[in-house]
């Protein structure tokens, strides 16, 4: 107390002698300051501020105006300032323009606060200031910058904020607002910055925001829940960063590369953004400007088709993330002229091929990350020195690893070369740890000692140290291993009898893998491959063509073809997983129907299969000719088909020894479930997106034949992908055309009628529509308990009855049924309804069900 008492002696004394050498009256606003000091500070932080010496004026953080007479600013960031701000001190600064109090401890603000009237910059950021923000924000008409970032303050941000017609500046990021973004945002017409990150805030963009707010530069909205489209932020002309990253988007890319735009940083990565990259407009027919673009990141989207050629042309890019999406797969993209690039992510992007040489002109890479890609042949040198994270995991790289990057490990933060086909040879030891974390699955072309120090920074001396050490161990590693060798060769000669036994057994049970023919029993059938040696029967791999598979490999990765690795067995033949070498997942499909075309005719037709490419069919990767079979090699479909999902198994289990009830009961798709009608609906449009390609985007059209819930599969993010399609054509003319007719519970009464019938597209509607009410019932087609008032022969009957007595929801399946779908459902089922028409002309066209079903889409999705 006597302290504080002494300076405020000593103020008041300070101040009448300054009023008596200016002739005038004091001014209270130095009392208001001291006493906020006083009361906001420690002790020897007030000391360190106040000079009781000199006029407040003079005081660290103070400004006033050019008479001395009034405060006119306050600048007092990091001066360790804490707890709630009292009345009767700043809030009286009634000619306060600049208040400047971040890095802070404030907790509260004072009700007097808002009275001041000529603000023009605020600035509370990085403080400890919670609860609701106050409707009186609304009374600083004149403010221009508003920074209250990276407090406590929850609740709406309240509509008074209309009332800030002057602000260009606006941050509230890093704090707990809730709800959606007040409309009357868009009477700030003179906002320049908007950053609204990490907080809570949800529901859509307002109305008009891009053509309101059309001055911003800067636009952050990332870390909330927002949803909407992205024409949302067409019209704003000035962007120069837009980051909407971590939010419910969605929409096509194209709108925002359209037109003149400033853009330099672009992130909308964690989105649902959707459309072929590629399409975004050629330099040559667009005015924007790739030149200025120094940031791009959009990952983890749904973008397909390929990366867009455009970015050949950005040749400022420091930052390039277009992670895990679901481009079609392709090389390398043309980045090689991108000098500038310190950041590189390409991780699952489904790219093939070598990687190019021009990676090691990219010499200003720190961050390099291509895992997950299905990359092949060798690891181009590097420009290594400013390297930190280099990640090449899950490709099919070989080779050694270049020891110009091997050298530079020991001071990188991070770097994987596991599950590829790489050899390592290091020049010293690796430890245990890097090996099973890094190395994994990668096979030794020299001696690795286990030493957890090598990639350790070391002096010198200790490098010396290490040498010796690791001689003497190699001394002594040599030393048991002559010791070990003459133990094996007095054991074996003491058991050459019995070695010799089981040398023939084993030799007889290697021949029987080599030499043919082969013959294989699934569960239903029983079939051959009339081959004589498997490893000259060569197996084709579209996308790794010098990796020499065989037949002999096929048998392999099946465990010869075992019962134990059938996963369905379809009208087309027996379906096998299997792992080829790489880590190649694979479905290998047997045609046990035989074919009538040659080998050369089938080769071709597989050929043509494999290019055909869509993100809803299940892509061909390979073929194998075994005599008279012809093995189709899919590639492998994590979560199983639909039919096990609807009305057998669990996701992701093929076989039913490993199901689990329990687990089933409780499983529900991290909320995306087969219990929901939002999910059901996406695996319905994704199989009539892939129907509507066979059909109206291949030339000529592709009829499937077999549309099922069985052939609707659920890739590793649980996106439907439909798959046999185009297989009918490998058969004679009387097999096609009993598989033409589609599996029971499938096929349309245009096939009861006497005489031949050939298939057509709308063979595939109307099996779509029965797909389509298994899903909204979940009812089998044919021998479910339709009903418990009529007997009932098959699922269309039972459902086309209850809707023409205006009944359909009763077919529902009542875990989908909710609050405001059943409007939704109901449609779905009214589209099913027109697939199932008994005349084939009154069914629609796939295009016209792709429409039909986007325009029920659940609100989740918009």
């Not at 010496?53 to 400004?63: E, I, L, N």
């Not at 058969?731 to 245009?750: K, L, N, Q, T, W």
């Not at 779509?768 to 298994?774: D, K, R, S, T």
């Amino acid at each position: 107390m006597g302290c504080g008492f002494f300076y405020s002696f000593v103020l008041l004394l300070s101040v009448f002698f300054n009023h008596s050498a200016s002739q005038q009256e004091p001014n209270t606003d130095f009392f208001y300051v001291y006493s906020f000091f006083q009361k906001m500070s420690s002790p020897s932080s007030l000391f360190h501020a106040v000079s009781i010496s000199t006029h407040v004026c003079s005081w660290r953080g103070v400004f006033c105006d050019s008479r001395q007479h009034y405060v006119t600013a306050l600048v007092l960031s990091g001066f360790n300032l804490s707890g709630a701000i009292p009345d009767t001190t700043i809030g009286k600064l009634s000619n306060l323009q600049a208040l400047d109090l971040s890095n802070n401890g404030i907790t509260s603000l004072p009700s007097d606060f808002w009275s001041l009237s000529f603000l023009r910059v605020l600035n509370l950021s990085h403080n400890r200031v919670s609860g609701s923000l106050p409707s009186n924000i609304g009374n600083f008409g004149s403010l221009q910058t508003l920074d209250l970032s990276f407090n406590n303050f929850m609740g709406e941000i309240p509509a008074s904020i209309s009332s800030l017609q002057n602000l260009q500046i606006l941050k509230l990021e890093g704090n707990g607002f809730g709800s959606s973004i007040p409309s009357g945002i868009l009477n700030c017409g003179s906002l320049a910055s908007l950053d609204l990150s990490s907080n809570k805030l949800n529901g859509t963009i307002p109305l008009g925001f891009g053509a309101a707010l059309a001055n911003l530069t800067t636009l952050n909205l990332a870390e909330n829940g927002f949803h909407g489209r992205s024409v949302d932020f067409v019209g704003l002309r000035k962007i120069k960063i837009l980051n909407v990253s971590g939010n419910l988007f969605e929409g096509s890319l194209v709108e925002l590369f359209e037109g003149p735009s400033p853009l330099e940083v672009i992130d909308l990565s964690r989105n649902r953004f959707r459309g072929h990259f590629s399409q975004v407009q050629t330099v040559d027919n667009s005015k924007f400007d790739w030149l200025r673009l120094r940031y791009l990141d959009l990952s983890e989207n749904q973008l397909s088709g390929e990366i867009s050629p455009n970015l050949y042309h950005a040749q400022n890019l420091i930052h390039l993330n277009l992670a895990s999406n679901r481009f079609s797969r392709q090389k390398f993209p043309q980045i090689g002229m991108l000098y500038r690039l310190q950041y590189l992510n390409l991780s699952r992007s489904s790219l093939t091929g070598h990687l190019p040489v021009y990676i090691s002109q990219l010499g200003c890479l720190n961050i390099l990350d291509l895992s997950g890609n299905h990359f092949d042949g060798h690891i181009p040198i590097l420009g290594v020195e400013n390297l930190e994270v280099f990640d090449v995991s899950r490709n099919n790289l070989s080779g050694e690893i270049p020891a110009a990057i091997l050298r530079k490990l020991p001071w990188m933060e991070r770097f994987n070369f596991s599950h590829n086909n790489l050899t390592l040879c290091a020049s010293g030891p690796i430890s245990q740890q890097l090996l099973q974390t890094s190395f994994i699955g990668l096979r030794n072309s020299c001696p690795i000692a286990a030493n957890p120090n090598l990639l350790s920074r070391r002096s010198g001396k200790h490098r010396e140290v290490v040498k010796l050490i690791g001689l003497a161990l190699t001394l002594l590693i040599f030393c048991l291993l002559v010791v070990v060798l003459l133990i094996l060769v007095i054991t074996y000669r003491r058991k050459k009898t019995r070695m010799w036994a089981v040398k023939q057994k084993n030799s007889y049970k290697e021949e029987q893998n080599i030499s043919g023919p082969f013959s294989f029993e699934a569960d239903s059938t029983t079939w051959v491959a009339d081959v004589k040696q498997a490893t000259g029967v060569p197996v084709v791999i579209f996308e790794k063509p010098l990796l020499n598979f065989t037949f002999a490999d096929l048998l392999s990765a099946t465990s010869h073809f075992d019962r134990g690795t059938l996963l369905a067995e379809g009208r087309f033949g027996p379906v096998y997983r299997g792992f080829l070498a790489g880590g190649i997942h694979v479905a290998v499909k047997v045609l046990v129907h035989g074919s009538s075309m040659t080998d050369q005719e089938a080769a071709r037709e597989f050929e043509c299969l494999g290019r055909i490419k869509h993100p809803n069919l299940v892509p061909l990767i390979g073929y194998c000719l075994a005599g008279e079979q012809r093995i189709a090699i899919y590639e492998y479909m994590e979560n199983g088909n639909l039919q096990n999902l609807l009305h057998d198994l669990p996701l992701g289990v093929q076989r039913t020894e490993d199901w689990s009830t329990d687990t089933w009961e409780e499983d529900d798709l991290n909320n995306n479930g087969i219990r929901t009608w939002r999910f059901r609906h996406k695996v319905a449009l994704g199989a009539a997106r892939a129907l509507a390609f066979l059909h109206h985007g291949c030339s000529p059209p592709i009829i499937h034949r077999d549309v099922k819930a069985s052939s609707v599969y659920l890739d590793s993010e649980l996106e439907p992908r439909l798959s046999d399609f185009g297989l009918a054509k490998m058969f004679g003319d009387d097999v096609a055309c009993e598989i033409a007719r589609g599996s029971p519970g499938y096929v349309g009464p245009e096939f009861s009628q006497l005489g031949p019938v050939s298939p057509t597209v709308k063979s595939d509607v109307y099996a779509f529509g029965i797909v389509l009410f298994e899903l909204l019932t979940g009812k089998r087609p044919l021998g479910d308990d339709y009903s418990d008032e009529e007997e009932e022969e098959n699922l269309v009957s039972w459902v086309r009855g209850l809707m023409r007595k205006n009944q359909g929801l009763k077919a529902i399946d009542h875990k989908i049924l909710g609050i405001g779908i059943d409007d939704q459902v109901e449609s779905a089922l009214k589209i099913g309804y027109l697939c199932t028409a008994d005349l084939p002309s009154k069914r629609p066209s796939m295009h016209q069900i792709v429409g039909l079903l986007k325009d029920i889409e659940p609100s989740s999705y918009k």
